[in-house]
């Protein structure tokens, strides 16, 4: 969905079975740092996904009401903050507004490499990326595919991160062209917050 965050070669690991232990801790912190202001935590991205080939790095989204004090909150449970508002990958041909894309983003290196994406309920960007979860999760046959499609493309690209993701996000929206399609024959809604 967007850059963040990487730097150098794209270095892709075997999926860890722990990854999603690893996110509960990390989600209780945060459940503890945002209080009530969380609306929900969700481990997303390919370390969410059982099975599929990630940088090891664990996702986490943040579902905010609103944007406002939470790079204080961000900052004081040691996340580097960045200074301005980022904007997830608009899928291609698509005319959404970019309200529908903004979003608060940080990092933190230590204990463990993470990157956080604070969203808004309701808007597209929050919405994808949970879709995208269940419907790898629900799929292992486009698990497997996509993850093939990011082993060679990491190979062929070396340390050129802007090529990687200049490929691997159209690839994905003909992925979650499939997603949608199954999201409306099986009547999906986002299950119940991960934290």
């Not at 730097?7 to 999603?20: F, H």
């Not at 996110?23 to 991205?45: C, K, M, N, T, Y």
């Not at 490499?113 to 046959?141: A, E, I, K, M, T």
């Not at 070396?158 to 003909?174: L, Q």
Request: negative net charge; hydrophobic residues 45%.
């Amino acid at each position: 969905m967007s850059h963040e965050g990487v730097s150098g070669v794209i270095e892709l690991v075997e999926a860890d079975p722990t990854w999603p232990q690893q996110f509960e801790e990390i989600g209780r912190s945060l459940r503890a740092a945002f209080g009530p202001r969380a609306v929900r935590i969700d481990h997303i991205g390919s370390t969410a996904v059982p099975g599929l080939l990630a940088k090891d790095v664990i996702d986490v989204q943040v579902t905010v009401g609103a944007f406002d004090g939470v790079t204080h909150l961000l900052a004081v449970s040691g996340f580097e903050v960045w200074p301005d508002m980022a904007a997830d990958h608009r899928p291609l041909g698509s005319s959404l507004p970019d309200e529908e894309l903004v979003k608060l983003f940080a990092q933190a290196a230590a204990p463990r490499r993470v990157n956080l994406h604070v969203r808004l309920p309701g808007r597209f960007n929050q919405r994808y990326p949970l879709l995208c979860r269940d419907y790898l999760r629900s799929h292992p046959d486009a698990t497997r595919a996509y993850g093939e499609v990011k082993r060679h493309l990491a190979r062929i690209v070396g340390d050129d991160e802007d090529a990687y993701y200049d490929v691997k996000d159209p690839v994905f929206d003909i992925v979650m062209a499939g997603a949608e399609a199954w999201a409306v024959a099986a009547k999906w809604a986002p299950g119940p917050s991960d934290a």
